[in-house]
T-cell receptor
Framework: DTGVSQNPRHKITKRGQNVTFRCDPISEHNRLYWYRQTLGQGPEFLTYFQNEAQLEKSRLLSDRFSAERPKGSFSTLEIQRTEQGDSAMYLC?????????????FGSGTQLSVL | AQSVTQLDSQVPVFEEAPVELRCNYSSSVSVYLFWYVQYPNQGLQLLLKYLSGSTLVKGINGFEAEFNKSQTSFHLRKPSVHISDTAEYFCAVSHPSGSARQLTFGSGTQLTVLP
């Protein structure tokens, strides 16, 4: 059990560029969550997957954001046409149904800076 | 809708002194309650959780919290803090019967332990 892995750890990009983050959950976990954390705030829910199905999306997830989990293992989060307001820490978490939030494991996050 | 309020954004305390980090929640139904800790450049780590049963919950690193339904609070306490407890602490809530059962976090409390 190597924990939840996120790559890259840091990403600096220019406004208008596209970026993609990757999350590798704990291997047997079937539920995967994405959260966003801005400076001085707690994490905010973005979306979650159960296996490969994306079951819920927050209204925070604008049309420029897309998340996938094609084989029910790793997940990617893409942001198109980045804006300065997208600068944040993007956190991934995973769990094993039926214990979902009761046993949620977080990765170290990807820190995005949009210049 | 549920929400979490952490009343203190920063709490400085001297080493070996007791500490209490306050958390109040708002929900019209029963909830699960959590405290997470985040060290610099790391993901969130679960300290303790209240799901049901005894209202006094003990967690890792000597922390404990008490669920008070009448006051809708879940304050975190430690009788004697160490320098290594310096970190950001997040209170979170979840509905047991919610579809995704994702976590709603407070804005965090920065605990700084002074020598």
């Amino acid at each position: 059990d190597t924990g939840v892995s996120q790559n890259p750890r840091h990403k600096i990009t220019k406004r208008g560029q596209n970026v993609t983050f990757r999350c590798d959950p704990i291997s047997e976990h079937n539920r995967l969550y994405w959260y966003r954390q801005t400076l001085g705030q707690g994490p905010e829910f973005l979306t979650y997957f159960q296996n490969e199905a994306q079951l819920e999306k927050s209204r925070l997830l604008s049309d420029r954001f897309s998340a996938e989990r094609p084989k029910g293992s790793f997940s990617t989060l893409e942001i198109q046409r980045t804006e300065q307001g997208d600068s944040a820490m993007y956190l991934c978490a995973s769990s094993l149904v039926p214990e979902t939030v009761e046993k949620l494991f977080f990765g170290s996050g990807t820190q995005l800076s949009v210049l | 809708a549920q929400s979490v309020t952490q009343l203190d954004s920063q709490v400085p305390v001297f080493e070996e002194a007791p500490v209490e980090l306050r958390c109040n929640y708002s929900s019209s139904v029963s909830v699960y309650l959590f405290w997470y800790v985040q060290y610099p450049n790391q993901g969130l780590q679960l300290l303790l959780k209240y799901l049901s049963g005894s209202t006094l919950v003990k967690g890792i690193n000597g922390f404990e919290a008490e669920f008070n339904k009448s006051q809708t609070s879940f304050h975190l306490r430690k009788p004697s803090v160490h320098i290594s407890d310096t970190a950001e602490y997040f209170c979170a809530v979840s509905h047991p019967s919610g579809s995704a059962r994702q976590l709603t976090f407070g804005s965090g409390t920065q605990l700084t332990v002074l020598p």
